[in-house]
């Protein structure tokens, strides 16, 4: 796990940082909001009329019911 997170870590901030800001520089505006469009159906699609939003809460119940919903249980104490 460690060597993922030291992976993913910087990987995600150059997603963020250069990678998407650069995308709206290439694609055209409009494209860029169809693209959106077509994201937003695929999520709808995939995880129903909530979406994304939806799922987090079906996560969080299962956390809860399994115990793991609270992450300071799980930090290490300095």
Not at 14 to 26: K, Y
Not at 41 to 63: C, K, L, P, S, Y
Request: glycine share 6%; net charge negative.
């Amino acid at each position: 796990m460690a060597a993922f997170i030291r992976m993913y870590e910087p990987h995600e901030a150059r997603e963020d940082t250069v990678v998407f800001p650069a995308m709206r520089d290439v694609i055209p505006p409009k494209e860029f909001a169809e693209m959106a469009e077509i994201f937003e159906d695929e999520e709808h699609r995939r995880f129903g009329a909530a979406g994304f939003t939806g799922v987090v809460g079906q996560v969080a119940d299962i956390e809860k019911t399994l115990g793991i919903y609270d992450l300071k249980q799980f930090t290490p104490r300095v």
